[in-house]
């Protein structure tokens, strides 16, 4: 009960001390007087009642202490005491208080790095309004009814207006547009989506309004920041013309800024644009992506049964329909996707990191505690309580603590955006990272805050309870302390762990790189051109385009040699199709299509293993040819030669009809004239498929990559080559200009990304035990001058001395050695994931890490032991 | 005669009580107790003092510094109507308590029978 009085008396206990205690004073005094003349009273003379009266109260000291003791003060002043206290003992020992804070600092503020990640990966994926409610639904298809991402655009309408459980169902799609108009031709991300789609997430446009199902197609929805960007954050937007793929669309409205849209969860750039989706009638065809969101009072459960009744009834109404069945995701959880399971995984790891350093800081504790003994002694002696004095040791701990997290959040707050830097792009952390802002915010204040105090609790309670046993005998003081000893060996397990993982992760990373991709990657330069629709609507017209502009590039001086082809390799796309196989044993196969120019295989270094390569004979008028790589032979052609063979082949056409895009599949014959070397068309660690490379003048396509070979660096080449192509069409955009090596560093960037923090942490962690283990030896090593000094003294040689030293700790040595290598064993399966052609018990690198590992350990303990034999053995006598 | 130990309860009771009829000094209250005791309840200053403070906090008893002979100062100590019905409260309490215990006392054992 909080009464107002014990808080005014106990202030004025406080503040007005002295006025306190001289009323104290007065109140025991007239007390002794009192009782003495009683006594006198009784017949007893003046001497003898004031003695008899002063025995009977006993100590004044200890009944004012009792006094003091009631008010809530006297805890308040004891704490305060205690801080002091504490901080000049820390003062008093500086080099260990460095020592102790630094270590802690790494360890508190390592952790905070990674758990602002998890923070950021996890907080609030979705700015909606009950997003709880919102889930992904995935088409389930296949005998094992696997979940596909896409839905067909029938089906999804079916869904839509049958459903009674969701409130409302949407359709997206992710799209790339062409904007051209006044500046500079630009290559927006954007998504096309379905009427009602913004209403289902629950966010109203703060201009204008979204898609309804009367508007035409010629609409358009603005992000906030490419209305500020690119149109001035004018705010007469709505209904202006703006021209997208050359047609003139239609601004309908401007979304609020908080929207940050991915058409899906590893999509770098945010959407900036939207569409309306383009309806295409045909059941087997996937080309939406389904999210919704829960009428209210309906469960998960309700709608799950709803949803695949009403996918069963479709599938029997209409056979070609795909979908046997439907499942749900929460729509948070779809669009965090593996990010929190890197998170998580690096979480875990600095906690080693953590836990080493408070054990390096504990056995610290426990070698001081061994020099204060005597300050321990003494003040047991003048009456303090063993509870007080813990109370104090925690505190020290505390304020130790304390230090360590202030400068472990100063290191986060400089190493936080430089993790965020090294984020590998287009993957789900990034886009997450991005989206919540990665930075140092309260709440990882707040988590610092309280791993100090859980650290502070973790080294400083079992040094403190030891401090406060009663002194042992020196013998058992000499001893490597079994306490020393098993937190030295708790470390070395630690980190043994740290070392394999970021072992292993290296030896991954190594392999990846590599990997023979099947071409040339050096002084490549790529990039991406989609024609508008509109302008190039013929494939003769996106033929010619790519004539002109190849003549064009190839006519450059440094340019070596061009080339284009659908879907470059290492870009993780790839257009596959089926085709057929007609003869007397017919068969069916699906590959790779690729549309390419004459002479690509020659631009990009791949090797031709038969047969010749296309050229600029194989046009529109003569017959369809094709070169095929080596896998495409070896599968479907096993015990032949493929030369000179036939197949039917599928060509895509979409016809724009009055009730949507229909989609055909039309059938051509193509010889083959040629089989060249495979490559790594999806990525480094994706073997290769059968692919089809097709002339691009019998195949044109909308969308292609330019290759050039030239013939040093290619960067400052860029410029020159954009104005090139633009010569050719000034309104055509040219996209991801990148280098081959940086797509096939992008290929590695995720794993190097884990590496980097695993190895930085796996470095903390071995330096922070070789200090264990150091300290630790050198503790040893001082507790044993006397005997050292008497064996040295009878004539034992250095390498004896040197052998007893280490020997005390080789046991615990041993002991967390194998220990890690069991944890190792059981916890790097969790990295398996993330590791290319390298098991989670890799032999070597387990070796290579235990070797390391005895290397330090080795040297850490050697120093101190050689330090031993150079003391002088007279001086080793009489030490004590 | 060894003076029988207090629990800090039935001290804070008893200091209550000693103060109904009248304001008293440290000194007087330990008088008065052990008297009307008839010396079974000896009071040491070392658990008297700080009941003093823990009843003053507490509200139940209100000091009082009154002049004294040789021009000095003594603190008394008065039981404030907080404290009158605390002493009320907790009387009732140790009343019902004592004629628990009493009752369990002279009960007959079965072996009595």
């Avoid at chain 1, 287009?426 to 707040?446: E, K, P």
Wanted: aromatic content about 8%; glycine content about 8%.
């Amino acid at each position: 009960m909080f009464r107002i009085r014990s808080v005014v008396a106990g202030l004025r206990a406080l503040f007005r001390k002295r006025q306190v205690e001289r009323e104290m004073d007065e109140e025991l005094r007239d007390y002794l007087d009192a009782a003495a003349k009683d006594k006198m009273r009784s017949g007893m003379s003046r001497e003898e009642a004031t003695r008899a009266a002063r025995v009977e109260m006993g100590s004044v000291d200890a009944v004012k202490e009792g006094i003091r003791s009631v008010g809530w003060e006297s805890t308040l002043e004891t704490i305060w005491q205690d801080l002091r206290f504490g901080l000049r003992m820390l003062r008093r020992n500086r080099g260990f208080t460095a020592v102790a804070a630094l270590t802690l600092a790494l360890g508190i503020g390592g952790t905070a790095v990674v758990f602002s990640l998890l923070d950021a990966v996890l907080l609030r994926p979705l700015p909606y309004p009950e997003s709880e409610r919102l889930f992904r639904l995935f088409p389930l298809e296949g005998k094992r009814k696997r979940g596909v991402e896409q839905a067909s655009y029938a089906d999804f309408r079916d869904w839509q207006r049958q459903t009674r459980t969701f409130e409302s169902l949407a359709g997206y799609q992710g799209v790339s547009l062409n904007l051209t108009g006044t500046a500079e031709p630009e290559r927006l991300e954007g998504s096309a989506v379905t009427p009602g789609f913004f209403a289902t997430l629950g966010v109203s446009p703060v201009l204008g309004r979204e898609f309804r199902s009367d508007d035409s197609e010629s609409v358009a929805v603005l992000s906030y920041t490419l209305w500020q960007r690119r149109f001035g954050s004018d705010a007469g937007i709505i209904g202006k013309p703006i021209h997208l793929e050359g047609r003139t669309c239609t601004v309908l409205g401007v979304l609020p800024p908080q929207v940050r849209f991915r058409s899906h969860p590893w999509a770098t750039p945010v959407s900036d644009i939207f569409v309306p989706v383009v309806p295409t009638p045909a059941r087997n065809w996937h080309s939406v992506r389904v999210l919704g969101r829960l009428a209210p009072g309906v469960s998960k459960e309700q709608a799950l049964a709803e949803m695949n009744g009403i996918a069963a009834r479709l599938k029997q109404a209409y056979p070609e329909s795909e979908a046997l069945g439907i499942a749900f995701e929460p729509l948070g959880q779809y669009v965090v996707s593996d990010a929190s399971q890197t998170a998580w995984l690096l979480l875990g790891a600095v906690a080693f990191v953590l836990l080493i350093s408070c054990s390096n800081v504990a056995n610290l504790l426990l070698s001081q505690g061994a020099a204060r003994e005597r300050e321990m002694a003494i003040r047991t002696a003048v009456g303090a309580s063993r509870g007080r004095i813990l109370r104090q040791l925690l505190t020290e701990s505390m304020l130790l603590a304390g230090s360590g997290g202030a400068i472990g959040i100063a290191l986060a707050y400089w190493a936080i955006p430089l993790v965020g830097r090294i984020a590998p792009p287009f993957s789900s952390l990034f886009s997450r990272l991005q989206d919540a802002n990665l930075h140092l915010n309260w709440t990882v204040l707040g988590f610092s805050a309280l791993l100090s105090v859980l650290s502070s609790v973790m080294f400083g309670v079992l040094p403190a309870w030891k401090a406060t046993r009663p002194a042992q005998s020196s013998f058992a003081a000499s001893r490597a302390g079994g306490m020393r000893g098993g937190l030295m060996a708790l470390e070395v397990a630690l980190s043994l762990v740290l070392l394999v993982g970021a072992g292993l992760m290296m030896k991954s990373l190594i392999r990846l790189l590599e990997v023979d991709v099947g071409f040339r990657t050096e002084h490549l330069l790529t990039m991406q051109v989609s024609l508008s629709e509109a302008k190039y609507s013929t494939p003769e017209k996106q033929a010619a385009y790519f004539d002109q502009v190849l003549q064009r590039l190839a006519a450059m001086p440094a340019v070596l040699s061009a080339g284009t082809v659908t879907d470059l390799p290492l870009t993780r796309n790839e257009t596959s199709n089926g085709f057929e196989i007609p003869g007397p044993h017919p068969g069916q196969g699906t590959a790779g299509y690729h549309a390419v120019s004459a002479g690509y295989f020659r631009t990009m270094g791949i090797p031709l293993l038969n047969g010749r390569e296309l050229e600029m004979g194989d046009s529109a008028n003569s017959p369809l040819v094709g070169v095929i790589n080596r896998s495409m032979a070896g599968k479907y052609w096993p015990n032949e030669n493929p030369m000179g063979k036939t197949i039917v082949v599928y060509r895509f056409v979409a016809e724009r009809t009055s009730a949507g895009t229909h989609v055909q599949f039309k059938p051509h014959m193509l010889e083959i004239v040629g089989i060249v070397s495979d490559i790594r068309q999806l990525g480094l660690d994706a073997p290769p498929d059968p692919e089809l490379f097709i002339p691009y003048d019998q195949w044109p396509a909308q969308e292609m990559s330019l290759v050039l070979r030239v013939a040093a660096e290619p960067s400052w080449l860029i410029p020159r080559v954009e104005k090139e192509i633009w010569r050719v069409d000034p309104d055509q955009p040219v996209t991801d200009i990148k280098t081959m090596d940086e797509w096939v560093a992008r290929e590695a960037a995720g794993r190097r990304f884990i590496l980097l923090l695993i190895g930085a942490f796996a470095s903390i962690a071995a330096v922070l035990a070789a200090v264990g283990i150091y300290g630790v030896a050198s503790y040893g090593m001082r507790q044993r001058t006397h005997e050292i000094g008497v064996r040295m003294a009878l004539g034992a040689r250095r390498q004896q001395i040197v052998w007893l030293i280490l020997r005390q700790n080789l046991s615990w040595l041993v002991i967390g050695i194998a220990a890690g290598i069991a944890g190792a064993f059981a916890l790097t399966r969790l990295l398996a994931s993330y590791l290319y052609s390298v098991r989670p018990t890799d032999a070597s690198t387990f070796g290579l890490i235990v070797l390391v590992q005895l290397a330090i350990a080795a040297l850490a303990s050697f120093v101190p032991a050689r330090r031993a034999t150079k003391v002088d053995p007279m001086v080793a006598l009489r030490y004590e | 005669m060894k003076s029988s130990e207090l629990i800090q309860g039935t001290l804070d009771m008893l200091i209550l009580k000693t103060l109904a009829l009248e304001p008293l000094h440290g000194y007087g209250i330990a008088l008065r107790i052990e008297q009307i005791s008839k010396g079974v309840f000896r009071v040491n200053p070392g658990s008297l003092f700080p009941a003093f403070r823990r009843l003053e906090r507490a509200g139940w008893i209100k000091p009082e510094w009154r002049p004294t002979e040789n021009n000095r100062r003594a603190k008394f100590y008065q039981l404030t109507t907080l404290g009158r019905k605390q002493l009320k409260a907790e009387t009732e309490e140790w009343e019902r308590q004592l004629a628990a215990i009493t009752r369990i006392m002279r009960a007959p054992a079965i072996s009595d029978l």
